[in-house]
């Protein structure tokens, strides 16, 4: 089965504690002198915040995530050994089924071997598994502490959520890619927009990715214990991502209500066939546009969830 | 074991399985849904077998017999021993003191206080699902091969289950090491998920699962492996699982008398 492959297991996931944001408080407040227009009128409009200064803010969050994540050295080199070891045991069954059928959804036996290698280094991209951080802050109740920031809580965690996938790129990505490029034949692009056209949709998965499970965390406002919604996320998410196999070896039906019904596809079978050259540059760059309308589709319904789940917050404990 | 432990571990158990269910609609979600995960991976074997003939050298009901097997294993399991991942947490924060203060033995103590209620509904779809691939296997059945679909299941599923307890002791000595073990815990699953004669052979010696689902269900279709093993090699499933377990609870001890607590 692909499937533990695929979505090995919440691996260890970095505790969330209170360290989220606390190294960015300081440029988080309405900071020094460089803005003079708010300090000249200080008490005139609270709000909103400029944009200069929010993207400031986004930009630091993005950061916190990033340091954040790099400090966690065992998880990693634990996560890269696990993501190699199904890599290896991958490229064996897809390389038997391209050898005993030709080429299984159109892909040689090349590609697959790429399918295997830049996705077990996606996996922890855009995250795949399971992701509770902000369900734990409501049933403690600390969510209060995010609702009072000045940056709205889903753009924050949005950001975090940024970094944290620019460390794993570096790192969760690049290793099993390299391990694949010293060991394996892979298809390698033979187009240079190819490249480009990659890093945009591995960050459109990102968003798409997160925006999902921060919908899925959204639920613990009604429900505090998300269990079950999460278990629900990581059955549909596994194999209508690509995870347990790629897209394309399902009868043609299935593959149409996929693509066109969930925003599966987005978070991991996009990228990979980009990556792979499965289709044609301009079928390429309309799943990314198909992407980035669902990204923009799931962040419309986390603001929209989250605006009636604030007026329920009932922090406990007083 | 004395009488009072046992009643301890009872009622260790119990009130888990309480306060697990106090969230009832997650409760019943996950339950329900995490149920469905075997059918899931036999289905994924099934969609491969949409676009190739063989797998291995092997028919798709051959292959299911052999990911199914192994599957029920794990599903059993994961359900008696898998939470023994949680002791990551326990020694990180420290909470590992209190259970070795306590008069009943750590393991026990640790399986018992996170006995995953929720698992029970998979180890049931496992067991449909390996009766399932029986039938469809269509199996020329003995006695012996009848004895062999009983015991093969438990076997390979204490084969796992020593698997889940070594790679939990790794917490012992290198704390965030969650996902090293689940290379050798999902990652054994999903390498015994398929035909062995796919894998190199370096592979097949260093991960021993040909013993949880491969090597049974050969005996079972009562076919030779085609990796020439003999054929008294397919009973060896048990005893693979005690050399397993004499390795596991020795590293056990090890990573026990290493604990350090965190100083706090």
């Known amino acids: 089965m692909p499937s533990a492959a695929a979505c090995p297991r919440p691996g260890p996931e970095p505790e969330s504690g209170s ?5 960015t408080r300081s440029d988080t407040e309405p900071d020094s002198g460089s803005d003079k227009n708010t300090r000249s009128a200080p008490d005139a409009r609270p709000a909103p915040i400029p944009f200069r200064d929010s993207a400031r803010a986004f930009a630091a969050l993005a950061g916190a995530g990033f340091r954040r994540h790099s400090t966690y050295r065992q998880a990693t080199v634990a996560g890269v050994f696990t993501n190699i070891v199904f890599g290896i045991m991958l490229c064996a069954v897809y390389v038997d ?19 295997v290698w830049v996705g077990q280094g996606l996996l922890s991209v855009v995250c795949i598994w399971a992701w509770k951080e902000l369900a734990e802050r409501i049933r403690s109740g600390d969510v209060a502490a995010d609702l009072l920031r000045p940056v709205d809580p889903l753009a924050a965690y949005a950001a975090a959520d ?20 010293l060991f394996y034949s892979m298809y390698l ?66 593959q149409w209500l996929v693509w066109c019904a969930t925003p599966f596809p987005s978070v991991f079978q996009v990228p990979l066939d980009i990556a792979v050259e499965r289709t044609s540059s301009g079928v390429a760059a309309a799943t990314v546009l198909l992407q980035i309308a669902w990204a923009a589709l799931l962040f419309q319904a986390c603001a929209r969830v989250q605006r009636r789940a604030v007026t329920r917050l009932v922090v406990q404990g007083g | 074991m004395a009488e009072p432990a046992r009643g301890a571990y009872r009622e260790l158990v119990r009130a888990q399985i309480r306060s697990q269910s106090q969230y009832r ?68 924060t420290g909470r590992m003191d209190t259970v070795l203060v306590r008069p009943l033995s750590p393991l026990g103590q640790l399986l018992a206080g996170d006995f995953p209620l929720r698992k029970a509904g998979r180890v049931v779809q496992g067991l449909a699902l390996y009766a399932a691939a029986l039938v469809y296997a269509g199996i020329d059945w003995t006695p012996a091969r009848a004895l062999l679909a009983v015991t093969a299941p438990v076997a390979a599923g204490a084969l796992f289950a020593a698997a889940f307890v070594a790679g939990a002791t790794v917490a012992f000595f290198w704390i965030d090491s969650g996902e090293f073990a689940n290379a050798f815990t999902y990652g054994g699953r999903t390498f015994g998920t398929y035909p062995q004669t796919i894998y190199p052979a370096w592979m097949r010696v260093l991960f021993g699962y040909g013993f949880a689902g491969y090597q049974p269900a050969l005996a079972l279709l009562g076919r030779p492996d085609p990796l020439g093993t003999p054929a008294w090699v397919a009973w060896c499933t048990p005893l693979a699982a005690a050399a397993a377990w004499v390795g596991a609870v020795l590293m056990w001890r090890t990573g026990v008398r290493h604990y350090r607590s965190t100083g706090s």
């Not at chain 2, 899931?40 to 990911?67: C, D, K, N, Q, Y």
Request: aromatic content about 12%.
């Open chain 1, 19 to 23: 360290d989220f944001g606390s190294d």
């Open chain 1, 97 to 115: 089924v391209a050898g005993a059928s030709g080429r299984p959804g159109g892909y040689t036996t090349a590609q697959l071997v790429s399918y």
């Open chain 1, 162 to 181: 940024l970094g944290r996938a620019g460390y794993a790129v570096l790192t969760r990505l690049l290793a099993p890619l390299a391990f694949g490029l």
């Open chain 1, 189 to 254: 692009p033979q187009r240079a927009v190819t490249y480009p056209m990659f890093a945009v949709s591995v960050a459109a998965a990102t968003l798409v990715s997160f925006a999902g499970r921060y919908l899925v965390n959204l639920s613990g406002f009604w429900l505090l214990d998300i269990r079950g919604p999460i278990s629900f996320w990581m059955l549909i998410l596994g194999p209508l991502c690509g995870g347990y196999f790629p897209l394309r070896f399902l009868p043609e039906w299935a």
């Open chain 2, 25 to 92: 609609a997650s409760f019943a979600m996950d339950a329900a849904l995490t149920s469905c995960v075997s059918v899931l991976e036999i289905l994924a074997i099934l969609v491969l077998f949409r676009v190739t003939p063989s797998l291995g050298g092997f028919s798709v009901r051959e292959a299911v017999l052999i990911a199914a097997l192994c599957e029920f294993a794990f599903q059993i399991a994961d359900l008696a021993v898998g939470n023994i991942e949680r002791i990551a947490e326990y020694v990180r």
